[in-house]
C-alpha cells in the first residue's frame, strides 16, 4: 500500500510536458478575414491531427490566435505580446505585407522565427531575412505569370489597379515586368488608399480607356468594391486578381460578379486528389464534416506542414534558436508532393504558380 502511495506521489509530482506555443497575428476582423478564416482552419487541421497522434516529441502544439484587424501597427503589439508574455516558441501565419514588416524588428529582437506569413512579397525573400521562413511563393512571380498569359490570349489594354502601400508595389513591380517582357505597358496604372479604397475617380479612367483586363491588386474587400464600380459603368472587363484573394470568402463577396474572375493560385489545385497534399487535407476536412479544402485552406495546410518538420528535428525540448536551426537544415522536405528546401541563404521555400478561373457555379476552376 506505501509503494502504491508512493508511486502515486511520483506521477503526480512529474510534470507533464508543456505545450509548444505557437503565435499568430492576423486579421480575423477586417477587409481579410474571410481568408484568414480559412487559413487559419487549414493549419489547425494539421495540427489537430498531429496532437491527435501524441504531439510533436510527446508535446502538444498550441496555436495562440490574435486579431490585428488588419492593422500594422496591432499586428507588431501582438507579436510583441505573443513573443513576450505568451513566450512562443515561433510566431506563424501572419497576414499582410505590411504588418509583417511591422512585426520584423521583434523577431531580430527576440531572435525567433516567423514561419510561413501569408503574403508573397519579394521583401521577405531577398535579401534573406534570417528570422523569416517563407512556404508561398512570391506574388511577383505570380503577377509577371498573368500578364504574360492574358498577352498570350491577344488581351493588348491591360490595366493596373493597386493598393497604395508596400504590398501594391510589390506585385505591381511583377507585373511591370511580365509587361516588359511582352513588350507592353499598362493602358492605366492607377492607386487607392489602403485604409479609405475610393474608386469613383478611377473606374471612369478604366472604362474611358476600354480596358480589356484590370489587375486589381487589394484586399478581398477592396476587389469587390472596384469590381462593383467598374460593372456599374458598363464595363465588361475580366478582373484579374492575386492570390491573397484565393478563398472561399472572396468569392461569396464577389457574388454574381465573380463569374470570369482570373485568380492566381500558389498550390496544386485543391479538388485534384492525385496531389497527396490535396488528399490527405481533403480527408481531414471531411473527418471534421467539412466540405473539403480552399485554397487558403491549403496554404494554411502546407504552412503547419513545415512548422511540424522543424518543430520535430528542433528536438524534445526546443528552443527558439534550435527551432531556426531545425528549419535552416531542411532540404528537400516532401509535404505531399511539393518539395521544399530552406538554408542560411535562401529561405524562399515553394515557388508553385498557377491560375484559376471562377466558375458560374461559385468555384474555382483550373
Sequence with gaps: MLSGLLAALAIASTPASADIIIGQTSGFSGPVAASVKELTEGARLYFDAVNARGGVNGQRIELVS???KFDPKLAAENARQLIVEKDALALFLSRGTPHTEAIAPLLTQHKLALVAPSTGAMVLHKPVNPYIFNVRAPYQREAERVVRHLSLIGQERIAILQVDDSFGNDVAAGAETGFSGVGKKPIVHAKFDRTKPDFSQIAPQLVKA?????LIIG???????????IRALGSRATIVTVSNNASVGFIKLMGPLGHGTIVTQVFPYERSMAAPIVKEASDLAHAKGLDG?????????????VLVEGLKRAGPKPTRQALIAALNGLQKIDIGGMELSYSPTDHSGLVYTDMSIISEDGKFRR
Excluded: I, L, Y
Design 66 to 68: 490574435m486579431d490585428d
Design 293 to 305: 479544402v480552399s485554397p487558403s485552406h491549403m496554404e494554411g495546410f502546407a504552412a503547419a506542414k
Design 210 to 214: 476600354e480596358a480589356q483586363s484590370v
Design 219 to 229: 484586399t478581398a474587400n477592396a476587389v469587390s468594391d472596384a469590381a462593383k464600380a
